[in-house]
């Protein structure tokens, strides 16, 4: 697998929302990277270098992300392409009628909330009255 291909495939594995950064990057290639490969550093700044240059992949501040361009070509390229079914002569039967299920309406509850409220103020409004006389 080239470098470009890694981090394409690296950044796509991460799914880091803001991007993936070079760190990261960088580690998740070494942890897939078999062991008769020897790492070059050099090689793998290139490659990131060309691939923000190509527009295949966008910088921001210290992360990278997959542009638009290298998301269509990832998923065209993923998807197989499928072989054009054969027509079949479709079959003549007897249309089935569907008798369509009767809904219920559900009731509808009433609710208590609109008294809680007023129950309270008037609790509110005899304390406040309590206090009054009480200070005279």
Do not use: C
Not at 21 to 38: E, F, R, T, V, Y
Not at 41 to 60: W, Y
Not at 83 to 90: G, M, Q, S
């Amino acid at each position: 697998m080239s470098y470009k291909a890694g981090i394409a495939k690296a950044i796509t594995e991460l799914k880091d929302r803001t991007g993936s950064s070079s760190i990261a990057i960088k580690k998740h290639m070494q942890a897939n990277l078999p062991a008769d490969k020897k790492w070059m550093n050099a090689t793998f700044l290139k490659a990131l270098k060309d691939m923000v240059a190509s527009g295949e992949l966008v910088k921001t501040k210290a992360s990278y992300k997959l542009s638009a361009v290298a998301k269509q070509k990832a998923s065209s390229a993923g998807k197989p392409k499928k072989a054009p079914k054969k027509k079949v002569a479709p079959k003549k039967t007897a249309p089935k009628k569907k008798s369509a299920p009767k809904k219920k309406a559900a009731p509808k509850k009433k609710t208590a909330t609109a008294k809680k409220p007023a129950a309270k103020k008037a609790t509110t409004a005899k304390k406040s009255t309590t206090k009054k006389t009480a200070k005279k």
